[in-house]
């Protein structure tokens, strides 16, 4: 299977390296439906699509190479996955999603509602797990339709990992390959807020990243974004974070999961309870665990990001089926 191969190669070269003639990327803003979780009435959401200029995402969609990348809990995925650092050329860019599409993904990310760009209300509380899987499903089915495909790669961040599994466990047929990155499995200490929502500040945002493997430009781009268009993310998922965090079941994952993790993270540590028993009861016959040494939560926008790449990618092109000629 040469075209595996020479993908395979592709996805393994060093981010430096892969600058390409065509690194141009269109990127495409839509206004999603969805119910809200205070009272059941229509909102819209924020998504943002992104590809290489040049392809058509229609025939990347075909062949597999559609993902969708969910956020976690104190910001959204246009913040958290597509962080923008000025003067930073395409091909080394420190957006997931800029450097999906360098590789011929069709790449997609959202905000829940109550977060970024996508319409806000009053109830933080009601901005639940449930209330995010919701708001994913939303989205997913729009992109299906959109493209006219059955199946897309999930990648599922931190608290997004309990969001997106609940998705991919209850719409098994959706989803191609799952890759649940640093996803929260254990209780949070402190109580449950009673309030509706909380401020973001600086200290809070930065621990998503290594102490010692941050690039200091990338966590001051993020930094900006996020008290931008995320000062005041909602509650309701930190009070299913300190009473009941595990609210997808792996032996209902039956898809092709990958869990990884940063040695280092503080937010998701791999020291806790559920993380192992969480992996060995995957129903997943074709599973795999992976830690990425001197990494924190933000593994794939600090200096070992590599490693990262190298796994995520090996593991979604196992999904995908040959792109013609024309499309390479």
Known sequence: MRWMLVLLVLALMPLSVRAQQRTAITAQEYQVPSASAKDGSPLMLAVSEKYQEGRDPNVQAASGRIVL??????????????????????????????????????????????????????????VTTEAAAR??????????????????????????????????????????????????????????????????????????????????????????????????????VLVDWRTDPMKMNPSQLTMPVLVIYGADDVITPLSGPNVYPFFRDLAATNKKFVVVPNAGHSL?????????????????????????????
């Open 300 to 328: 794939f926008m600090e200096q070992p990001r590599e490693r990262w790449y190298q796994e995520v990618l090996l593991h979604l092109e196992a999904g995908n089926a040959p792109l013609p000629d024309r499309t390479r």
């Open 135 to 236: 708001d994913i499903e939303a989205v997913a089915q729009f992109i299906r339709r959109l493209r006219n495909v059955d199946r897309l790669h999930l990648i599922a961040w931190s608290w997004g990992a309990q969001a997106g599994g609940l998705v991919a466990q209850r719409h098994p047929d959706w989803v191609n390959q799952l890759v649940l990155n640093a996803p929260i499995l254990d209780l949070q200490e402190g109580a449950p807020p009673s309030e509706q929502f909380r401020t973001n500040n600086e200290a809070g945002l930065t621990r998503v990243f290594h102490p010692t493997t941050q690039v200091p430009e990338v966590v001051q781009a993020f930094l900006q974004a996020a008290l931008q268009w995320d000062l005041q993310p909602p509650n309701g």
């Open 69 to 126: 990348l969910t956020h976690g809990s104190s910001f959204s995925g246009q913040v958290g996955v597509d962080v923008q650092v000025p003067g930073v050329p395409p091909e080394q860019s420190f957006s997931l999603m800029d450097q999906l599409a360098l590789r011929g993904y069709d790449v997609w990310t959202l905000a829940y509602q109550n977060y970024g760009r996508s319409d806000h209300h009053d109830c933080g509380l009601c």
